[in-house]
């Protein structure tokens, strides 16, 4: 799954656009490196987010498309 969709099912930013931007303007990380919105995210895969409030980091755990809000914290554990 492209890391800018992940980003939008995970719920942690609200749209792909957004997800998109933050990815192209350097603020979305996979192992320290910056990453593209085209990135394919993997299970395991450890991804920074930098927020004008700070940073979130958290491990990708599951990869589904298809998930509904209340299961969306399912899909990623905070660091």
């Known amino acids: 799954m492209r890391i800018d969709k992940f980003l939008k099912v995970s719920r942690i930013l609200k749209r792909r656009t957004v997800a998109g931007d933050a990815c192209s303007n350097g603020k979305v990380t996979v192992g320290g490196k910056p990453v593209k919105p085209a990135y394919r995210v993997k299970i395991g895969d450890i991804v920074s987010v930098s927020f004008a409030g700070g940073e ?23 660091l």
């Open 56 to 78: 979130l980091r958290f491990r990708v755990l599951c990869l589904d498309e298809k998930v509904n809000a209340k299961e969306a914290d399912k899909l990623y554990e905070i």
